[in-house]
């Protein structure tokens, strides 16, 4: 990680938007519970962690393996699949609305612990410049 900013933070730097990115898809599972042949999607979070710190690791003039930055819109695309359901309706929707709601709690946790971590190391660099 040649950004001091970025080494500092460590992975949370990468993981925040990831985190954004699937707490949206599962938002849009909600969204579209009752489109018929709606396929639920999910975001393989550890995948697209792994490519996000490897990509972090590479010299700026390496190469992007992912097309764009992290947590653009076009770049976590190789990282979606679509979630199986357990019951899915006779329309063809596979969005089970409980399991959703619970998998963007579980997310909103996630990301909110992620934040938290972010936080705290933010807190310790301005305690470190004020002196205080």
């Not at 990468?14 to 999910?42: C, F, H, W």
């Not at 979070?45 to 710190?53: C, D, Y």
């Not at 399991?99 to 997310?107: I, T, V």
């Amino acid at each position: 990680m040649s950004d001091p900013l970025s080494s500092y933070m460590g992975f949370h730097a990468q993981a925040l938007p990831l985190r954004e990115q699937r707490m949206k898809l599962i938002a849009s599972n909600l969204a579209n519970v009752d489109t018929p042949g709606y396929q639920a999607q999910d975001l393989d979070f550890n995948a697209a962690l792994n490519s996000a710190l490897r990509q972090a690791e590479r010299p700026a003039g390496a190469g992007d393996a992912l097309g764009g930055q992290i947590g653009g819109p076009n770049s976590l695309e190789s990282f979606q699949l679509a979630r199986p359901s357990s019951q899915p309706s006779l329309d063809g929707n596979t969005v089970d609305p409980d399991g959703e709601r619970a998998a963007y709690g579980r997310a909103a946790l996630e990301y909110r612990a992620t934040l938290s971590f972010m936080e705290g190391k933010v807190r310790t660099l301005m305690t470190a410049i004020t002196g205080q």
